[in-house]
């Protein structure tokens, strides 16, 4: 990490901060580093960031599980908490376990476990062509992305040979879209970002549907809000699963485990 003029870092920070970054300081950092000394292309980080893109997309890169993962206009950026679904899902796993990640946008989760575990038969899932085509990327020959609906696109081969289904679906309610950050609702697809009225179709379908592709002994981990845990825990324990709520406040994180019984 280069150093940087901390007269500069100040005056970014301070027009990151008058534009409403939270992380004003932080972001700074970003953006220089991203520069790497190029004064015409700070100003055009800069002035994207201030436009209001998310800063992952200006810089066209997101951390995730300690590593960079590609990320283009357009598709969902990854977030810190869902890095619980990757601490949650590690577990169960060894190397070449059959795992699914679903909904997976450019990767991320994947990535995350195999970093974390080491090679594993794995298929990413997502119904936007887009982020498939970066989640490739990201994966980069380590795993398989596809275009598809949820289980629709997997091999006859993995059904009841799953070891994980790792998931990060869309669960914002339709009408609360409206209240989130310009940066999610006005740079995100809409199909990333809503879960129906309550914010939960996507899971129901899940839930209807993980049992026959999970071996016994198998693990769905989900993503969810901490309001909605319970409401989710119960359809997959209602489709015979055992279901547990995991919360980290630190991350403001939450996921659903729900388990095949043996």
Not at 116 to 130: H, M, N, S
Not at 133 to 144: D, M
């Amino acid at each position: 990490m280069p150093d940087h003029d901390p007269a500069a870092h100040r005056a970014l920070t301070a027009r990151l901060r008058a534009a409403g970054s939270v992380f004003a300081e932080d972001e700074a950092t970003v953006i220089l580093d991203e520069a790497d000394g190029d004064a015409v292309r700070l100003r055009s980080l800069l002035q994207r960031r201030l436009a209001g893109e998310p800063l992952e997309v200006v810089v066209g890169w997101a951390s995730f599980c300690g590593h960079r993962v590609r990320v283009v206009p357009g598709v969902f950026v990854p977030r810190r908490r869902t890095e619980l679904v990757v601490e949650e899902a590690a577990p169960f796993l060894q190397v070449g376990d059959s795992v699914v990640d679903l909904c997976c946008g450019v990767g991320a989760i994947s990535v995350g476990l195999i970093v974390t575990v080491g090679l594993l038969d794995l298929v990413a899932v997502d119904i936007d062509p887009d982020a498939v085509e970066v989640a490739a990327e990201n994966l980069a020959g380590r795993a398989v992305a596809v275009v598809g609906d949820l289980f629709e696109p997997l091999p006859d081969r993995l059904r009841g040979a799953v070891t994980v289904v790792a998931v990060n679906a869309p669960y914002v309610p339709t009408d609360a879209i409206a209240l989130m950050p310009p940066e999610a609702r006005e740079h995100e697809r809409r199909v990333a970002l809503d879960g129906g009225a309550d914010g939960l179709d996507v899971h129901r379908r899940i839930a209807a549907a993980v049992g026959e592709w999970l071996r016994p002994g198998g693990a769905v981990v989900i993503e969810v809000s901490e309001e909605q845990a319970d409401a989710s825990a119960a359809l997959f324990a209602a489709a015979g699963l055992e279901a547990r709520i995991r919360h980290d406040e630190d991350r403001d994180a939450t996921v659903v485990v729900a388990v095949r019984p043996a």
